[in-house]
């Protein structure tokens, strides 16, 4: 898709898509927003500013813009509230030690965010214009960019159908967002490993379905399942495959990884019904300059029970942007409860997440240009 021309789009010659800043006029005052900044709580506490644009089939993507944050004014008929056209993104910026912002792989959320368009028949954005909404915002709230260690800010990049209809197809109106909240460190200083419940015969995805999307239908479909892994003591919960109930697919909105005695690091396939994460391909692109094998295939729940009995899996972890790695010291289920390794974070575990945390915060050389400077 190229960038539309119309005289609304905010399109510059160039053809850069181009978000003009109109100011909140009344900004949170600087007192607060260091109190925010000084203990964020994640997703509770936005930024002054939104990024947004409107497509329709006439217009297409137009009216981009940054204004104030606030409610958005969306008719009851509105699609998404009734069939659920929606999609969306999370990535973090991060303050460097310079006072410099920057965005870890972005490119590849825009990559992601059209192909998750393209699912739920959402018009696609373009790379150069999703880059541009949020250094856009970001550029408008950067005083909100926290500097505490391991703290960022987080975006939140979503497309909802915002047409007044309640018949069933795609909309012909269509809001594109982007709004921010700062983020502490994940852990709050320390690294501590989670359990996990493995859902039985509960599922977020299933063959042809909508797994390989970011949309909030698969977030409604998995909450249950995380309500029960917390009726039975754990922290998260691990969806099985749908087809057959056997294979391991993903931890919560995180991606899995297995350790085995060999240093040989074993994860699902993306088979159609697993988000492609960003985390998941960096950890995996790292592992391989390492020179260590990786081994993406169907990875069978069995296999790893076995494995944790016998000593031969000796990590088990998760990944994704919120919590970049996350060691996973038990994993329990119907009939089985068990520890990995001797329960405390293993030494891959812990490398990955000191070496991805390096090139995000910019203390390690950032040799694969993954950083992408906003301000
Ligand atoms: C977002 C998400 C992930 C992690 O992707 P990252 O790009 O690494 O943040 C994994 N699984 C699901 C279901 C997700 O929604």
């Not at 936005?46 to 329709?56: E, K, P, V």
């Not at 910026?93 to 192909?115: E, K, Q």
């Not at 915002?162 to 700062?182: C, K, N, T, W």
């Amino acid at each position: 898709m190229t960038t539309t021309t119309h005289p609304r789009s905010g399109a510059t010659h160039d053809g850069v898509p181009h978000y003009p800043v109109h100011r909140n006029l009344s900004p949170c005052p600087a007192e607060q927003r260091q109190q925010v900044l000084d203990a964020p709580r994640f997703g509770t506490r936005f930024t002054d500013h939104m990024a947004r644009a409107r497509w329709t089939p006439d217009t297409g993507w137009a009216d981009r813009r940054v204004e104030a944050y606030g409610p958005l004014r969306l008719d009851p008929a509105a699609a998404v509230l009734h069939y659920g056209q929606e999609i969306f993104e999370g990535l973090k910026v991060y303050r460097h030690g310079d006072g410099s912002v920057w965005a870890f792989r972005p490119a590849l959320n825009a990559a992601r965010f059209a192909a998750s368009a393209r699912r739920l028949a959402l018009p696609e954005l373009d790379t150069d214009d999703f880059l541009a909404s949020i250094a856009a915002l970001v550029n408008a709230d950067v005083d909100w960019v926290p500097t505490l260690p391991g703290s960022s800010l987080y975006l939140r990049p979503f497309m909802i159908a915002s047409e007044a209809f309640l018949g069933v197809r795609p909309a012909a109106q269509v809001d594109y967002l982007v709004i921010a909240s700062p983020a502490a460190s994940y852990f709050g200083g320390g690294f501590e490993p989670v359990s996990i419940w493995v859902a039985d015969g509960q599922h977020r995805a299933g063959p042809g379905g909508t797994g390989a999307a970011k949309c909030g239908g698969n977030y409604a479909a998995s909450l249950l399942p995380q309500q029960q892994a917390a009726e039975h003591g754990c922290d998260q919960v691990c969806f099985l495959d749908a087809a057959t109930n056997t294979l391991l697919e993903e931890i919560g909105s995180m991606n899995v990884l297995v350790v085995t005695d060999d240093g040989t690091v074993h994860t699902p396939e993306l088979s159609g019904t697993i988000l492609s994460g960003v985390t998941r391909r960096s950890v995996l692109d790292l592992l391989r300059e390492q020179g260590r094998t990786v081994s993406e295939r169907p990875i069978p729940l069995a296999e790893v029970r076995e494995g944790l009995r016998e000593g031969t899996v000796t990590e088990v972890f998760a990944c994704g942007t919120a919590a970049v790695i996350t060691p996973i010291g038990r994993l329990a289920g119907a009939g089985f409860d068990l520890t990995v390794g001797d329960g405390s974070p293993g030494p891959i575990t812990s490398a990955l997440h000191a070496t991805l945390t390096g090139i995000q915060y910019g203390t390690s050389a950032d040799v694969h240009g993954w950083m992408r400077r906003l301000v």
